[in-house]
């Protein structure tokens, strides 16, 4: 049984040191898929993000996730990386990496993942704009639920 490789950390991550970790010694893999999140500057308006977890539950979350990924993708290894705190227009946010044996199974799992962690795990975005002012928590988008959504259709 595969077990994904969950992290919530405050610290950046390498996604070529993630990669090496995932692919060490394997002849098995044959396609590696990663995705990493970005924190837009929302068209120069957004100095940084803050994110928040529910620590434990966070951690938790994105296991069930991965699990979910894993049986029915069959993947041979997932990552996922998932950052919080200040973060800065242009700084990573998450790291999603599934390796399997073929390609459309890895895209699939790498997808798969991150339209249940943007829908199913307890993050909350906070928007702090250039202008110094602090705004509103991000609200939930319809596009991320309907994305989740195809995946049970």
Request: aromatic letters at 8%; a negative charge; glycine letters at 8%.
């Amino acid at each position: 049984m595969v077990t994904p490789i969950i992290r919530v950390q405050r610290e950046d991550f390498d996604a070529a040191v993630e990669q090496a970790a995932i692919t060490k010694d394997r002849k098995d893999i044959g396609a590696l898929v990663s995705f990493i999140g970005l924190c837009r500057d929302e068209q120069g308006t957004l100095d940084a993000l803050e994110l928040e977890h529910y620590p434990g539950m966070a951690e938790a979350e994105l296991m069930r996730i991965g699990a979910m990924a894993i049986e029915r993708f069959n993947l041979l290894a997932l990552t996922v990386i998932h950052r919080f705190g200040k973060i800065a227009a242009g700084e990573q946010i998450v790291l999603v990496i599934a390796a399997s044996s073929h390609r459309q199974a890895a895209f699939d799992g790498a997808n798969f993942v991150m339209d249940f962690l943007k829908t199913a795990a307890p993050f909350w975005k906070k928007e702090h704009g250039l202008d110094g002012q602090t705004g509103q928590w991000v609200s939930a988008r319809d596009a991320d639920d309907a994305a989740r959504d195809r995946w049970t259709t």
